[in-house]
Nanobody, 128 residues
């Protein structure tokens, strides 16, 4: 069955860095759009970054542009999110998600409703 397993979360001070990983299995990973979605307590889910199947399209939320980098390794079925210059407002549960839709508009990439499969999440906590 489809599995998405996130790792790499933790607690850091503002200005620090973390690298999240997501190991995917049970589906044709290289044909799926992938995304990182976060949810802070009391807030709605927010699309943070996304990547097309071949890695050529990588939209980011305005709040993370220039600080976060999404990448994927299609040979190892793994998705990454490098997070630098972390801020307290980045504190959230971060989810890896997959979409089988063959084509996405630019706005679809960061819309949580686009994604069919979700991991369990990894917590990121940034202290000031």
């Amino acid at each position: 069955q489809v599995q998405l397993v996130e790792s790499g979360g933790g607690s850091v001070q503002a200005g620090g860095s973390l690298r999240l990983s997501c190991a995917a299995s049970g589906f044709s990973y290289r044909t799926y759009h992938m995304g990182w979605i976060r949810q802070a307590p009391g807030k709605e889910r927010e699309g943070v970054a996304s990547v097309s199947p071949n890695g050529g399209v990588t939209p980011y939320a305005d709040s993370v542009k220039g600080r976060f980098t999404i990448s994927r390794d299609n040979s190892n079925n793994t998705l990454y999110l490098q997070m630098n210059s972390l801020k307290p407002e980045d504190t959230a549960m971060y989810y890896c998600a997959a979409s089988s839709r063959p084509w996405l508009s630019y706005y679809d990439y960061l819309d949580p409703k686009t994604y069919t499969y979700w991991g369990q999440g990894t917590q990121v906590t940034v202290s000031s």
